[in-house]
């Protein structure tokens, strides 16, 4: 399958249980937290945006036409976008320094 990989692997133990998080990567050149936090971690904020805009902004499709509910999708899909890309303009919140 050529090439080595890092794991990292993130664990939180609490009175709800242990939390176990494993990152398998081939990427260099960057620490375990910030390979976790910039890359690992940000995916997962992207997926729970998705998420949300399905689970908030549901898209009616009562229409009796397919063409009709398809629309409404589309809409809604070009609404999620325009979104997602204003929020990429907001600065972003600077890290606390060690």
Excluded: W
Excluded at 21 to 35: D, E, K, L
Excluded at 47 to 73: D, G, Q, W
Aim: hydrophobic share 35%; charged share 25%; with cysteine.
């Amino acid at each position: 399958m050529g090439g080595s990989r890092t794991v990292i692997v993130r664990i939180d133990c609490s009175d709800k249980g242990t939390d176990i998080r494993c990152v398998s990567t081939n990427m260099t050149g960057h620490s375990a937290q910030a390979i976790y936090e910039d890359y690992y971690c940000n995916r997962a904020t992207i997926e729970f945006t998705i998420k949300e805009n399905k689970s908030h902004c549901r898209v009616p499709l009562s229409c009796m036409e397919y063409s009709a509910n398809r629309f409404r999708f589309v809409l809604q899909s070009l609404i999620y976008i325009l979104m997602d890309e204003l929020r990429c303009l907001l600065p972003r919140a600077k890290k606390p320094q060690p």
